[in-house]
């Protein structure tokens, strides 16, 4: 299905790491969404009913990066993408969460996983 709705650049704080300080300091988080379904009932209609509410996309996923803490970056963006396939209008998500913080001692500019999960 060709159709999306893009989501990138959300900016969220959590406490996600294997490291204790992680947790406890805390560090920002940013996930980018892709979410395909078919949009020509939005576009016929011009309702918001008939398409994936990206205010609540992303209140989504920031009720999940900030709240319980995970180890892996794979389990926070797993999570995501799986509340989001819940909606039965979707034929699949890709989540993609980086961590521009993570604690690796060398120059680097991101560290990010990315998921895709699609309806069976």
Known sequence: MPDRITLTGLRVFGRHGVFEHE???????????VAWLDLAPAAASDDLTQTLHYGELAQLAADIVGGEPYDL????AGRIADEVLKDSRLSAVEVTVHKPSAPIPLNFQDVAVTVHRERV
């Open 23 to 33: 947790k406890r300091d805390g560090q920002d988080f940013v996930v980018d969404i």
């Open 73 to 76: 970056i794979e389990s926070v």
